[in-house]
């Protein structure tokens, strides 16, 4: 087979442990995951409602423009509808970014470690990938604009930050855009940023930096992982480039279905971000009473340093029944990232770490 040379400097996407598999060969104890900062209070009952009263028919193609999707997304954004476009989750609008954007002689700047479907695809289309070490888990945005030259296609900037949850203010954004030159595609990666507590909303920059685009999903506050829905927000120019090379039918019809009920309620999301608030400053407060170091998130997880092996935490937490992410597959060697889960699962988590560090410290 004549395959791209990038295909051998790649490996493929490895996600959590299912429950499943953790099942089936690790534990006897109840498992709870808690590795892919999915939503444990689940999604809206509207999208149940909307589930149970279906009652279309599965061998017709989905609406490929997403229209109630996109009235819905437009109204509660109040951005135009054209602004919009709609994705197999946002894993395929980054690849969509990629593909159009990134090619042999080019180059993208991202920070190191974040999110890492950025450098996959850029590898994958051919691009120059230039990676710029986070300080203290936050972007060095002076740096990134420093590695930006003529040859510079898109930068990418993941806010909150996976898998630190480290943010980045709409002020020092805006500082930082007003830097990047008129002809860079800069990607806003908020995948997290219902769980936000700070103030102010990135659409607003959108009318100064027509180079810009804000990427969302609905896989993480709204519930909807399975059902693969994701969405950016830019020019109208840019979404119509865009457009071009967006498969036909990306979305199916009952995630079009769920998303739009899902984002009609979004007394559900600010629930959802008061629950993950409150869970979130127990991990803070766990922490500091157990000298642990962790990154302040504004995401639905945080990234705990336990100065050894993360992995060896991982494989003891898993042995509990908890599934958890290693630092090591995410570029925090010492670390263990953790999903904020529901109040009860939370606790059960902080009680292992704390016989961990106990059997740790024992064993020297």
């Not at 739009?260 to 500091?288: G, H, P, T, W």
């Not at 009680?351 to 106990?358: G, N, Q, S």
Request: a negative charge; proline letters at 4%; charged letters at 25%.
């Amino acid at each position: 087979m004549k395959w791209k040379e990038q295909i051998h400097q790649l490996h493929a996407y490895q996600p959590g442990k299912s429950i499943a598999e953790v099942k089936t060969h690790h534990t006897r104890h109840s498992i709870i995951k808690l590795a892919s900062n999915e939503n444990p209070y689940g999604y809206s009952l509207k999208v149940d409602h909307m589930l149970k009263e279906f009652g279309g028919t599965l061998n017709i193609y989905p609406d490929g423009k997403a229209s109630k999707l996109r009235a819905e997304t437009a109204s509660l954004l109040e951005v135009d509808p054209n602004q919009l476009i709609f994705t197999n989750g946002t894993d395929e609008l980054i690849q969509i970014i990629s593909r159009t954007l990134i090619q042999p002689g080019k180059n993208t700047v991202m920070a190191t470690p974040t999110f890492s479907q950025y450098k996959h695809n850029a590898v994958l289309d051919g691009g120059e990938v230039r990676e710029i070490p986070l300080i203290d888990g936050i972007h060095d945005l002076d740096r990134m604009l420093s590695a930006i030259d003529e040859n510079t296609t898109v930068v990418w900037v993941c806010n909150p930050n996976n898998p630190t949850g480290t943010y980045i203010t709409i002020e020092k954004l805006w500082t930082f855009l007003k830097k990047v030159p008129n002809d860079v595609f800069v990607v806003l990666d908020e995948a997290y940023f219902e769980y936000v507590e700070q103030p102010g909303s990135t659409i607003e920059l959108l009318e100064d930096f027509p180079n810009v685009m804000i990427t969302r999903t609905f896989s993480k506050i709204y519930g909807l992982a399975s059902l693969r829905v994701g969405y950016g927000i830019s020019s109208v120019d840019i979404i119509q480039k865009l457009e071009a090379a967006r498969p036909p039918f990306n979305t199916n019809v009952l995630g079009q279905m769920a998303a739009a009920a899902a984002i009609s309620d979004q007394e559900f999301v600010k629930e959802c971000f008061q629950k993950n608030a409150a869970e979130r400053e127990k991990y803070y407060a766990f922490c500091l009473e157990n000298g642990l170091k962790f990154y302040l998130s504004e995401g639905n997880f945080v990234l705990i340093d336990f100065k050894w092996d993360g992995e060896e935490v991982t494989n003891f937490l898993l042995e509990k029944g908890i599934i958890v992410r290693s630092g090591k597959q995410l570029g925090f060697p010492t670390c263990v990232r953790i999903t904020i889960g529901l109040t009860e699962q939370n606790e059960r988590v902080r009680e292992a770490i704390k016989e961990f560090i106990k059997e740790r410290s024992m064993n020297g």
